[in-house]
């Protein structure tokens, strides 16, 4: 019986195991469904060292409310990441702006400073983890923490990022309250936000009720 009980899970692995990971690797065929593990891999013979390199990771427009522009690299804009659990960022933020709190629920995230000056932290039911980067300096939020960043500096600041997973997914705290359908006394009531703030908000950030 464990020697059923070993062979089955053995199959469920090699089962569930990327594409990538069987192959040296698995450019992603966009044009095709995407399946849970990752997208099936474009034809050998039509891979060639284009599909490995990424041009577009320039600065974004920081013209918004957070002074905040991003490009990302992943696995839609870039098929050669595809099962390889890694993708690219690049985050330029404006003088007194913000990446305002947001989570990464399938990603850690490595932030590297390359220009300017950023305050990071993220925080846990229990503690406050921050600290004040400069060029050069390096800091991870593990995976779904809450987490934020500030331009504490002159000029514009610029990092780039790296994430644990191709095609990471973002959640932010003021969409997620503000951005939705919720009545406005509902969130009043939940946040301790005043309605009227609350109505504010909303009307910024694409909400309604």
């Keep these: 019986m464990k020697i059923i009980h070993i062979v089955f899970l053995f199959s469920?692995?090699?089962?569930?195991?990327?594409?990538?990971?069987?192959?040296?690797?698995?450019?992603?065929?966009?044009?095709a469904p995407k399946t849970n593990s990752g997208y099936p891999c474009?034809?050998?013979?039509?891979?060639?060292?284009?599909?490995f390199v990424f041009h577009g990771l320039v600065?974004?427009?920081?013209?918004?409310?957070?002074?905040?522009?991003?490009?990302?690299a992943s696995v839609t804009n870039f098929p050669a990441l595809n099962g390889l659990g890694i993708s690219a960022m690049r985050a330029d933020i404006g003088e007194g702006g913000s990446a305002p709190m947001?989570?990464?629920?399938?990603a850690t995230e490595l932030?590297?400073?390359v220009q300017g000056e950023f305050t990071v932290g993220f925080i846990t039911p229990t503690s406050v983890y921050s600290k004040v980067l400069k060029p050069g300096d390096l800091f991870v939020v593990p995976q779904g923490?809450?987490?934020?960043?500030?331009?504490?500096?002159?000029?514009?600041?610029t990092a780039y990022v790296s994430f644990s997973s191709e095609n990471p997914t973002v959640h932010l705290l003021d969409f997620l309250l503000f951005g939705n359908k919720l009545p406005s006394n509902l969130v009043s009531q939940?946040?301790?936000?005043?309605?009227d703030q609350v109505k504010k908000l909303k009307a910024h950030f694409g909400g309604s009720g």
Excluded: E, R, W, Y
Aim: glycine share 8%; with cysteine; charged share 15%.
């Design 12 to 31: 469920f692995l090699s089962f569930t195991t990327s594409q990538a990971s069987v192959n040296d690797f698995c450019v992603a065929n966009l044009k």
């Design 42 to 51: 474009k034809p050998l013979a039509s891979v060639t060292s284009d599909d």
């Design 59 to 72: 600065a974004g427009k920081t013209n918004n409310t957070f002074k905040l522009g991003t490009t990302l």
């Design 102 to 106: 947001h989570t990464h629920p399938d």
């Design 111 to 113: 932030i590297i400073l």
């Design 145 to 157: 923490m809450l987490h934020f960043v500030l331009n504490t500096g002159k000029g514009v600041a």
């Design 190 to 195: 939940t946040t301790l936000i005043g309605l």
